[in-house]
Antibody, heavy 133, light 108 residues
Framework: QVQLVQSGAEVKKPGASVKVSCKASGYTFTSYYMHWVRQAPGQGLEWMGIINPSGGSTSYAQKFQGRVTMTRDTSTSTVYMELSSLRSEDTAVYYC??????????????????????????WGKGTTVTVSS | EIVLTQSPATLSLSPGERATLSCRASQSVSSYLAWYQQKPGQAPRLLIYDASNRATGIPARFSGSGSGTDFTLTISSLEPEDFAVYYCQQRSNWPPLTFGPGTKVDIK
């Protein structure tokens, strides 16, 4: 079955960096974009960015530009999210979530393509990151 | 950045009642809106995408409607497992993808 398994909880000091992993299984890793979404305690959901596991291209929310780096390892079907210069406000649960997509038949080229929805249809269980001195 | 506003913040209802949740966008998002359900200690679950399409495995009691700036999630008859927080999310104009602040549906 489709599954995203995230790394364990982290406790970091202000100014440090954290790297969270998300291992995918049960589907073709390179065919689905991956999002990172965080949720501070008692708060709502906040989108951080997206990575294309096929080519490694990324797009980040401006709020995190310069502090976040998303990477992938196709040999292990794992995506990573690294957040640097941590502050107390970064204390949150960090989720990886697969982008919903569906195949379509391109009648002009005769090939199968993928339509990306930019919604999240499969989620990891989350990784708690606590930033505290 | 498109801002999503959800109302009410909390909805207190009894099992079997109808729930109507609202999501309003700061500018038109066409039909590019999704709804998620989140229970305590769990990851969100995709319910509705592109305003009115149920995601795989979602019961028919969940329905979505709307376009442009005003959207509604309706739960026709609340089951005990439906008491949760519901978020809307737009994908019309990004980055960033944005979520609403959520509506909590709790037991009256």
């Amino acid at each position: 079955q489709v599954q995203l398994v995230q790394s364990g909880a982290e406790v970091k000091k202000p100014g440090a960096s954290v790297k969270v992993s998300c291992k995918a299984s049960g589907y073709t890793f390179t065919s689905y974009y991956m999002h990172w979404v965080r949720q501070a305690p008692g708060q709502g959901l906040e989108w951080m960015g997206i990575i294309n596991p096929s080519g490694g291209s990324t797009s980040y929310a401006q709020k995190f530009q310069g502090r976040v780096t998303m990477t992938r390892d196709t040999s292990t079907s794992t995506v990573y999210m690294e957040l640097s210069s941590l502050r107390s406000e970064d204390t949150a649960v960090y989720y990886c979530a697969r982008d919903k997509s569906s195949e379509y038949y391109d009648i002009l080229t005769g090939s199968i393509g993928l339509y990306y929805y930019y919604y999240m249809d499969v989620w990891g269980k989350g990784t708690t990151v606590t930033v505290s001195s | 950045e498109i801002v999503l506003t959800q109302s009410p913040a909390t909805l207190s209802l009894s099992p079997g009642e109808r729930a109507t949740l609202s999501c309003r966008a700061s500018q038109s998002v066409s039909s590019y809106l999704a709804w998620y359900q989140q229970k305590p200690g769990q990851a969100p679950r995709l319910l509705i995408y592109d305003a009115s399409n149920r995601a795989t495995g979602i019961p028919a009691r969940f329905s979505g409607s709307g376009s442009g700036t005003d959207f509604t999630l309706t739960i026709s008859s609340l089951e005990p497992e439906d008491f949760a927080v519901y978020y809307c999310q737009q994908r019309s104009n990004w980055p960033p993808l944005t979520f609403g602040p959520g509506t909590k549906v709790d037991i009256k």
